[in-house]
């Protein structure tokens, strides 16, 4: 078997989008498991910029087969705009396919999602409004729309107005908005239909095969472990399981055919939206991060809360995912430092903790138990070899091996592609 699991250690952001790129030229597919267009996934190939919110980081690399899993929720409308995006920049698409699994989207979804943030007022969980939560709700209550309904219209139009009855009641009656029109939402996925079915596929059977035939099997989470519906700091989390557990249900694999599994950790810590972050700095060292490592959320736009890193989270990531290697991202911020904080533990309410509290209420109390380290000023982005970075550069990076019990095989140290130390080979072919 050859499955590799790419996931995010912290709150998103770690920059996971350009590891499953450089991972992806290795690999002969690359499979989204879990999450929306809620995702914002940035990778730098020759000075240029391509931000994907729905489409697997992979599809730069046209020798691999790109899948939207069954776990996933799709937006039709952003996933035809990106694949025109890709496309209209010399990259084909026609290595890209959605699971006949995976959920649909609907327009009256991005409604709820808005009318329902904006009703919990200042409890609102800080989500990007782009319909996640209210797909996964319907896909639990089993009135979802999935991509195998569009095979047959007549039960498509069916399950239509059955949910749409239901939808624009709660959207007339408890938020008092417009209704969304049955005709006028059928006409358009009509439209979509003749677009998205070539690119439908029973992605079950394929990646298993792909497996049992020794191909290379890449599983990309979006957001991470501190968002995860069961794991994160709840409620402020997303709607879906951006663990390695998560493939398993996501992808429909057995976790038997899943062979490493990397963490990727942004070597300072960031956070969107809503939600206790420990060691956030509200001072000029956070307003450093932000702007030398250009914190600026890829889907929303937000400034990122930034802070020191913790490694409780980290910790904690490794714990339920079940980590074979780390991928450090970002250390080329730190540069110009004097001295750089790293989390070691929490104090709540007297107490030391060196694990993560389930209950957000601790979690908003704690205050960071800090081990202090001293900073570098040498630009490293050039540097392409481990005992060539700066001493305490190195000693950093050691204490993140050491307390996470969990090796680090890849240091990257720029945005570009080829901005990167390897330790150890995470793909061999």
Sequence with gaps: MAGYVVVGTQ????????????????VDYVVRFQGGNN???????????????????????????????????????????EIALIESGGITTDHVYISDRAHLIMPYHVALDAYQEEMKGD??????????????????QRIGLRMSDLEDIDSFKEKLAFTLKIKNDEIVKL?????????????????LRDKLLPRMIDSVAEIDQALTNNKFVLFEGAQAAMLD???????????????????????????????????????????????????????????F??????????TTGRPRRCGWLDLLVVKHATLINGLTDLVVTKVDVLSGLKEINICMGYEIDGVRFDYLPA???????????????????EDITGIREFDLLPENCKKY???????????????????????????HDIITK
Excluded at 123 to 140: E, F, H, L, N, S
Excluded at 183 to 188: A, N, Q, Y
């Design 229 to 287: 519906i069961n794991y994160g700091t709840y409620p402020y989390v997303t709607s879906s399981s951006p663990t390695s557990a998560g493939v398993c249900a996501g992808v429909g694999v057995s976790p038997k055919k899943l062979d490493t599994i990397v963490g990727v950790v942004k070597a300072y810590s960031t956070r969107v939206g809503e939600g206790p972050f420990v060691t956030e700095l509200n001072d000029d060292k956070g307003e």
């Design 289 to 298: 991060l932000r702007e030398k490592g250009f914190e600026f959320g890829a």
């Design 359 to 377: 209950s957000v209420e601790k979690v908003v109390r704690a205050k960071p138990i800090y081990d202090v380290m001293e900073g570098w000023d």
């Design 39 to 81: 995702a914002g996934h940035t990778v730098i190939v020759e000075g240029k910029k391509h931000i994907l919110h729905l489409l697997p980081s992979g599809v730069l690399h046209t020798q691999s087969k790109c899948i939207i899993g069954p776990g996933v929720v799709v937006d039709p409308f952003v996933f035809l705009e």
């Design 397 to 423: 990076l050691r204490k993140i091996e050491e307390v996470s019990k969990t090796r680090i095989s890849m240091v990257s140290v720029g945005p570009e592609r080829e901005h990167n130390i390897y330790l």
């Design 123 to 140: 409890k609102k969980v800080g989500t990007t409004k782009r319909g996640i939560g209210p797909c996964y709700a319907d896909k639990y």
């Design 175 to 191: 938020y008092e908005g417009e209704a969304f029109d049955y005709d006028d939402l059928l006409t358009k996925f009509i439209e």
């Design 11 to 26: 709150w998103g952001d770690e920059g996971k989008g350009k590891i499953v790129d450089v991972l992806g030229s290795k």
